[in-house]
């Protein structure tokens, strides 16, 4: 069941925290211990712009919803990814209250602040992207469309050559352990510096293929990733930390690799457990209700009430409890003993059309996903506090929105900014490229921003700039196509609600005389830099753009950096390996290594090319 607050209760539970706050300063270090952070997939899609302050919350009427957005894990995790730790031990009484990051002391609760900068480096010369390592992730025939790795991060910004990892899944069906077998989900750690990184883990659990991104556990210690196959599987895997889990050093026999996988110690698939031993990793799978495909959605975990959504190829959203702190469970008319439900798995099209990722927003209580026939749904889950059609959640919303072109279709999740309770879709129809806004409740605002002729083949969700993040205006930056070439566009966002079109500049990114799918957008900024940077980061599989000889980009795959300012075009200040494949390259994770000896690196992966890659620059 999801949790639900007395207004009464939260405004004076905040108080007392806050009246209490001289009182709490001797144990104010614990408060700046770090537990470790994930980035995956769900932090590319589920944002926030400013919530404002406590006071501005109060003096408005909306401090249940800014109570909401402050205890959101992926709010607080968002907020030290872009902003380091304050150098000093003190924070600010709002803060205290919510449990977000220190501040310095003696500073009025007022607007969300960006936390100060560090104290300043000497400059570096900015230098071209280079590849730091590339690991192979097996052998067979890929996916298409592009999903995201997911990073762990033990202690941000500091980066941790032994305690962080990233995991990748292998797009390949899975082959049992053997002479020459293959992994279905593969982890890397020690992979900072020179040389290859290790192994960290690399496991088969069955005959499927990982074809969508995975999801992080908030202590990193779980992994949960869908099996693809005629009847899908949903999975969580504990990371074994003993015994042999396909890890080890890369280069030194007897080497690990995709090749040389190995089950986790415990496999549970079904309620029914296998014992494989020489680890102590625990594997649970579901065998998802219906026996149906997913091929398109990754699982999103509403970490607060441990609860994960998946939509399937047949039209449907399942929902999964206890997914990381208990034995998981699907919902189903045979289970629907609280915290589940009846009418689950809920009914979307009930039809044939592949479902996108589902995109839950704990402030309006809403589930958001897109289909591959170009409409975007909402599914009101229990506790569900904004309508979007319908009255007795768990329920399909009778809300839904679409291009008016024809042929249209929904690639990518949908991006919601929480804080404005705004949804946004990249819809490609046979006509054009469009970037759709609308309100949570799918119908009182909406504004549709078309872009010459359709993608290629798929379409990606864009990203915001740091203005978006720390106030609610600035710019969405999309990748689209014109006639003749990929072409970068900015739309323009003011007080949360977007412009009909782009703001009149764009850039082309591939080389003029052919188009090429962009991967999703990623943005990253970096505070660990003087001056601090806001970069922009994309991954084309064919036709790269080139404006000198000295970059290293000349109409070959790529990845391109760009560096982000209120002029346009953006500065284009790196490139990177001619050599990728020229089928579909995966999306971009950039972790927050904001100083330290390894900088901050890019990891994603050549699908087509069977091949996982980290890079580095020490000016990212």
Partial sequence: MHRTFSKFAIVGAAFAVIVGLTALIPGQEALRRRTGMPQDWTHHHLVFSNPGSFAEATRKGSFVKWYRIMNDPRFQMQRLRRYAASPSGMVE?????????????????????????????PKRKPITLHNDWSVSLGSGTPGTDAWYPAKWTFNPPVLSLA????????????????????????????????????????????????????????????????????????????????????????????????????????????????????????????????????????????????????????GYLHKFTEVFTGTPAECTSTNTAPPCESGWPLTVTGTATTLTGPVYDATSGNIFLGSSNGTLYCVRETGSSVDCGCSSPPCLGSNTVTSSGGSSVIFDAPLVDSTAGMVYATINDSSNSNVLQV??????????????????????????????????????????????????????????????????????????????????????????????????????????????????????????????????????????????????????????????????????ADIGGHTAYQLSQAAL
Avoid at 94 to 116: F, M, S, T
């Fill in 163 to 314: 305690y962080d990892f990233v995991v990748f899944p292998t797009d390949v069906a899975g082959v049992p352990p053997g002479v020459s077998g293959q992994a279905n989900i593969i982890g890397f750690y020690y992979m900072y510096g020179s040389g290859l990184p290790w192994f960290f883990f690399s496991h088969y659990v069955g005959p499927g293929i990982v074809q969508t991104s995975p999801t992080l556990s908030k202590d990193g210690t779980k992994v949960a990733y869908v099996e693809s196959s005629g009847a899908s599987v949903f999975h969580v895997l504990k990371i074994g930390t003993s015994g042999n889990t396909g890890d080890g050093p890369i280069p030194t026999p007897p080497y690990a690799s995709a090749s040389k996988p190995v089950y986790p110690g415990t496999v549970t698939l079904n309620g029914s457990t296998t014992t494989y031993g020489g680890n102590n990793a625990v594997d649970v799978g579901i065998t998802m209700s219906g026996g149906v495909s997913v091929t398109r959605s990754s699982p999103f975990v509403d970490y607060t009430n441990d609860v994960a959504y998946v939509g399937d190829d047949s």
């Fill in 439 to 604: 309100s949570t409740d799918l119908i009182s605002t909406k504004v549709t921003a078309t872009f010459g002729a359709p993608a290629q083949t798929e379409l990606y969700d864009g990203d915001f700039d740091n203005s978006f993040y720390t106030t609610d205006s600035g710019y969405l930056y999309f990748c689209g196509n014109s006639t003749v070439a990929t072409t970068l566009y900015r739309i323009a966002i003011s007080s949360g609600v977007m412009s009909g079109s782009n703001d009149g500049n764009t850039l082309a990114v591939t080389n003029g005389t052919a188009n090429s799918d962009c991967s999703p957008l990623s943005e990253f900024y970096n505070t660990g830099y003087v001056p601090t940077k806001d970069l922009l980061l994309l991954a084309l599989p064919s036709f790269g753009y080139v404006n000198t000889p000295s970059l290293l980009c000349n109409s070959v795959p790529c990845v391109e950096n760009f560096s982000l300012g209120s002029s346009f075009p953006p500065i284009l200040n790196g490139f990177t390996i001619g050599s990728l494949s020229t089928t579909t390259l995966s999306a971009i994770i950039i972790d927050s290594g904001n100083g330290g000896s390894y900088y901050s690196n890019i990891y994603f």
């Fill in 93 to 121: 009484a709002e803060d205290l209250a919510i449990g977000v990051l220190p501040q310095l002391p003696g500073e009025a609760i007022g607007k969300l602040r960006l936390v100060p900068k560090p104290k300043p480096k």
